[in-house]
């Protein structure tokens, strides 16, 4: 995993998603809003929540941000939201995941449909990539400071199961179940959160040599990001500095 660093990649779109700190914001909100219907508002005893909370925090949400959208996730006429996992191949091969959260499903994969029809090579059926995937918790934290012979020891008592310290950050890798309690333990031992969230870690990755392809396969991207259904995108493109 370690030869393919995620915070290199946080970091070249940092400029690109502080461009669209309040589309960031909203996704966000949503995600917390279903979390808060699924569990409850007291992020103690919602685990899916307080993961969500941190997320806000590592994205500079205002705290008065966060209350507001837990507030309003209460409320009688809170919206209604499905989470639905699209699959299909960008360019070259590329695989590509999208996890949305809609209240109009036709509308989402209408959307996705033609992002894919003219950037890539189309929607697939589920299961069509997936394999290629496995889901992971996915910590990374600045490792400015940080003893690496050290950090061992909080990595052993988090259950991180791998983890690397890359280009000024820290990428941890927990099982899917031990995610929760490995991002709270390290949040308890005061480590900077630069992003934590469970995720489809490619097994294999493609390169892209083609310009025209590079092209197509950043737009398909910047198109589902665009997309406010769209939550997350993983791909196994293996992006160049």
């Known amino acids: 995993m370690s030869g393919h660093s995620k915070w290199s990649t946080i970091k070249r779109k940092k400029e690109k998603i502080d461009g669209k700190r309040a589309k960031i914001f909203t996704k966000i909100g949503r995600e917390m809003a279903v979390a808060v219907k699924e569990g409850g508002a007291d992020p103690t005893t919602n685990a899916k929540l307080r993961d969500c909370i941190a997320k806000a925090k590592a994205n500079n949400v205002p705290n008065d941000n966060i209350d507001r959208i837990i507030k309003k996730a209460q409320g009688e006429d809170r919206d209604t939201y499905e989470e639905i996992v699209y699959e299909g191949y960008g360019v070259g091969g590329v695989a590509v995941m999208v996890e949305a959260l809609t209240d109009n499903r036709n509308r989402t994969a209408a959307d996705l449909r033609h992002y894919f029809d003219k950037f890539g090579a189309g929607l697939g059926q589920s299961g069509c990539v997936s394999y290629m995937f496995t889901q992971k918790g996915v910590i990374v934290l600045d490792a400015e400071g940080v003893d690496e012979e050290a950090f ?80 997350a995108i993983w791909h196994n493109w293996e992006e160049t500095e």
């Open 152 to 231: 061992m020891e909080h990595a052993l008592e988090a259950g991180v199961e791998d983890y690397s310290f890359e280009d000024g950050a820290i990428e941890c890798y927990t099982q899917v179940p031990d995610f929760s309690d490995a991002r709270q333990y390290l949040e308890d031992q005061g480590f900077t959160f630069l992003s934590a969230e469970v995720e489809y870690v490619p097994s294999t990755y493609v390169a892209l040599t083609d310009d025209e392809q590079i092209k197509k396969m950043t737009l398909l991207i910047d198109q589902l990001e665009d997309n406010d259904d769209v939550q």
